[in-house]
């Protein structure tokens, strides 16, 4: 661990904070990396249990983006590349782990009332009363 360089003790504090969460992180990434070049290594190979082993990479994947470890766009951009990667090799299996967390009416069915794109999902707008239009109009 790094010497604190700051005189404050919030800023030494937070320079300890940071430092775990540096090493938590990396940690993470690691874990990332290995399962997915185990994914890769099990459909190279023909195995069995490659399924399984992508599965598991793409949860890490979704897990680390929950989590803040890497963007959701780039674990999706990864796990499209594994996808396609998996997928040159002959697996099968490699549409069921995309869409494990999918059921298949939310898959079929898109969404009603949006005029986003498909594949762009629009947060809903929310009714506060702060910006209602009365609200403007009494300023």
Same mark, same amino acid.
């Given at each position: 661990?790094?010497?604190?360089?700051?005189?404050?003790?919030?800023?030494?504090?937070?320079?300890?904070?940071?430092?775990?969460?540096?090493?938590?992180?990396?940690?993470?990434?690691?874990?990332?990396?290995?399962?997915?070049?185990?994914?890769?290594?099990? @459909?190279?190979? /023909? $195995?069995?249990? *490659?399924?399984?082993?992508?599965?598991?990479? !793409?949860?890490?994947? +979704?897990? #680390? &983006?929950?989590?803040?470890?890497?963007?959701?766009?780039?674990?999706?951009?990864?796990?499209?590349?594994?996808?396609?990667?998996? @997928?040159?090799? /002959? $697996?099968?299996? *490699?549409?069921?782990?995309?869409?494990?967390? !999918?059921?298949?009416? +939310?898959? #079929? &069915?898109?969404?009603?009332?949006?005029?986003?794109?498909?594949?762009?999902?629009?947060?809903?707008?929310?009714?506060?009363?702060?910006?209602?239009?009365? $609200?403007?109009? *009494?300023?």
């Amino acid at each position: 661990m790094l010497l604190p360089v700051a005189n404050i003790k919030s800023q030494i504090k937070r320079i300890g904070t940071n430092e775990k969460s540096r090493l938590r992180n990396k940690a993470a990434k690691a874990e990332v990396k290995t399962r997915i070049k185990s994914a890769v290594y099990t @459909a190279e190979t /023909g $195995a069995d249990d *490659a399924a399984s082993y992508l599965r598991l990479a !793409v949860k890490r994947l +979704d897990k #680390a &983006a929950a989590r803040g470890i890497i963007h959701r766009n780039q674990a999706s951009n990864r796990k499209s590349a594994l996808m396609r990667h998996v @997928a040159r090799f /002959g $697996a099968p299996e *490699a549409s069921d782990a995309e869409t494990a967390g !999918v059921d298949e009416a +939310d898959a #079929a &069915a898109p969404e009603q009332g949006t005029s986003a794109p498909a594949g762009h999902s629009r947060r809903p707008r929310s009714s506060s009363p702060s910006r209602s239009s009365s $609200a403007t109009k *009494a300023k």
